[in-house]
């Protein structure tokens, strides 16, 4: 059985102005390591004159028909040792970040945040060569050491490292399957352990009395009891739009909604006070205007004004949606799933706080 080796063939394809674009075909397609997608044509933004006036724009085609078989060259040699599992060193000289930037086009926002931290630590130049065990440690220092700087703008919290840490050797798997670095150096690259932290909620009584409070921001105010309500992270409530509602089968109405985080295909049940928040039904996303500024100095103000005293950010919607499910006497199975959990030990973390559960079950076996 032989292996079928991707043929590459510059060809050519007239343009305006008399002008000939010089492109390259390959056939089969290959998969492109710096977008992960199937290519077909690369145009080389090389351009030739389709009749040629004179002697100097003769010279003029030969040479750019000369470099345009240059890149062919280079294209073919490159496609050849991944198909054979070699590794290619030309690209060595490549820009990493470039390459990462490319890479994070089809990814969550989180990986948009680990490619800023990681060109300010690199300066803004970093190629493939440099990549190394070593390069990429000083890396976790440099997020370990944001965890603790003076500069509060700056300053992530241990988790928060520890999940750039785990996208950024996502990364580098992705680099080396793509056979763009010829190492597997997250076989070398220590994990940085997550810390077990206090999820902050709202009691029922405070999600009534928030629910009761005037917030200068409507669509804030909606947006945040849908989250009580549903458990939606806040990616997915600002990502909701009105065709994502449909009635269900059952009665009532349901989300059908793919996760921004986890990619989750999700049927989600709702309820009427749910449904409610959203608001006149219209066309594109159903909170309309909501932006992430409004989770800082806005929900502070909000919750100030409640009279909660705690310190509560969006994602304590979450939070509150959880434990007072499982308060509630919801299992934790049916909790996962509205959570999107692909675990239910994840899901297990609301369940250790609702202590009065924790008071009843102590109490249930007595020797009296």
Request: hydrophobic content about 35%.
């Amino acid at each position: 059985m032989t292996n079928s080796v991707t043929k590459v063939t510059l060809r050519k394809r007239p343009i305006s102005k008399g002008r000939i674009s010089l492109y390259l075909d390959y056939y089969p397609g290959f998969r492109n390591p710096y977008t992960m997608k199937v290519q077909r044509r690369e145009y080389l933004g090389i351009y030739i004159y389709a009749k040629p006036e004179n002697k100097t724009q003769q010279k003029y085609n030969q040479s750019m028909m000369a470099k345009a078989e240059i890149v062919r060259c280079r294209r073919s040699e490159a496609i050849i040792c991944r198909d054979l599992s070699c590794f290619d060193t030309n690209h060595l000289n490549d820009d990493f970040l470039e390459y990462y930037r490319l890479v994070c086009r089809g990814k969550d926002q989180k990986w948009f945040i680990v490619y800023e931290h990681f060109y300010k630590f690199c300066g803004g130049k970093c190629l493939f060569k440099d990549i190394t065990e070593n390069f990429c440690n000083k890396f976790r220092t440099y997020l370990l050491a944001l965890v603790t700087t003076d500069d509060k703008s700056a300053r992530i919290c241990h988790n928060s490292a520890s999940s750039y840490w785990c996208s950024f050797r996502a990364l580098l798997k992705v680099a080396y399957e793509s056979k763009m670095i010829n190492t597997n150096i997250n076989d070398y690259l220590e994990k940085i352990k997550t810390q077990d932290v206090h999820k902050e909620y709202l009691t029922l009584a405070e999600l009534k009395k928030l629910a009761a409070t005037p917030c200068k921001i409507d669509v804030l105010r909606r947006a945040s009891l849908f989250s009580c309500l549903t458990g939606l992270r806040i990616s997915d409530v600002m990502n909701l739009k009105w065709e994502d509602i449909e009635a269900a089968p059952e009665g009532g109405f349901c989300l059908r909604i793919t996760t921004i985080k986890t990619k989750t295909v999700a049927t989600l049940p709702i309820s009427d006070e749910a449904l409610a928040l959203c608001g006149e039904k219209a066309k594109g996303t159903v909170f309309k205007g909501m932006k992430r500024t409004y989770c800082q100095d806005p929900l502070k103000e909000w919750i100030k004004a409640a009279g909660i005293k705690k310190h509560i950010t969006f994602h304590c919607f979450r939070h509150t949606f959880a434990t007072l499910q499982i308060a509630g006497g919801t299992d934790i199975y049916t909790v996962s799933k509205m959570l999107t959990h692909r675990n239910v030990s994840t899901t297990q973390i609301y369940a250790d706080l609702v202590s009065d559960k924790k008071r009843q079950s102590a109490n249930r076996i007595s020797l009296k």
